[in-house]
């Protein structure tokens, strides 16, 4: 009984060849001029539109549709819309190729961080700055940046002190370069946060730090005399 179920088998398969016809040419040598009856089509047919193709789906009759205002082309970076000159309704000017080996992209010269602002540093950037750092990084590190963020309560352990010595000595571009890459089990920022905003955070930054732990020496005269003479 066996023996019929393969000789039926085997005849099977050979007028399944036969009739569909050998798919690739380098197993089979025999060639036909007619296409190969598909049993399985794998995908090889869709209905799509090709580039540069006409289209009568839509009023313009191309298949080829215009990006959505505000769209990034692919490889470009964001620009802080607050810095953006004339921009309005979501009209939109990329900040031209991102991934750009300079400081400004980076935080680096070649392989070292460097140290300093690409942008100038007004009360309107840091301000920005402190808006910025408020929403992506606060509920980490907190709003005064001691690393004690909402977070924390809820299982993210280790949260750096932005204001400890050991990052008040980091240069700007490390920050810069911290808040784009990301850090240990800190993620990356930069595919967030635009450029010129990862910027006035690191401003803000410095800010905080300012603002805490400062040394008596390091308070103007008249501070000092008179936060002394409250003593
Ligand atoms: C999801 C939580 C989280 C958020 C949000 C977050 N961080 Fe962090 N950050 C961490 C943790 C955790 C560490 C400690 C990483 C480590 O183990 O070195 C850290 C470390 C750092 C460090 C120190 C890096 C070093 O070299 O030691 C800096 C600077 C920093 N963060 C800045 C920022 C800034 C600025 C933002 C906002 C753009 C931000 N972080 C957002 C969790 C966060």
Redesign the pocket.
């Known amino acids: 009984m066996l023996r019929y179920f393969f000789i039926a088998f085997l005849l099977a398969v050979v007028a399944i060849l036969a009739l569909a016809g050998p798919r690739d040419s380098k197993f089979f040598s025999a060639k036909s001029a007619r296409p190969p009856i598909e049993i399985f089509p794998d995908m090889d047919h869709q209905p799509k539109f090709q580039p540069q193709h006409p289209s009568g789906f839509f009023a313009d009759g191309r298949a080829g549709r215009q990006p959505v205002d505000g769209t990034v082309p692919l490889g470009y970076g964001l620009h802080g819309s607050f810095l953006q000159a004339g921009a309005k309704n979501g009209a939109f000017e990329p900040a031209g190729f991102a991934n750009q080996p300079d400081y400004f992209n980076t935080g680096k010269f070649g392989d070292s961080y460097g140290d300093g602002f690409p942008l100038e540093v007004s009360s309107k950037f840091v301000a920005r700055g402190q808006e910025r750092?408020n929403i992506?990084?606060a509920?980490?590190?907190g709003k005064a940046g001691l690393g004690n963020g909402v977070?924390g309560q809820y299982g993210?352990a280790?949260?750096?002190n932005?204001v400890d010595d050991r990052?008040r000595a980091m240069p700007d571009g490390q920050?810069f370069s911290?808040?784009t890459n990301g850090?240990?089990?800190?993620?990356a920022?930069g595919p967030q946060?635009a450029i010129e905003d990862r910027w006035a955070?690191v401003a803000y930054?410095r800010a905080l730090q300012k603002s805490q732990g400062v040394k008596l020496a390091e308070l103007p005269e008249a501070q000092q005399k008179e936060l002394q003479s409250k003593q």
């Open positions: 750092f992506n990084c509920v980490c590190h977070a993210v280790a949260i750096a932005l990052i920050l911290t808040i850090k240990n089990t800190m993620g920022y946060i955070i930054l």
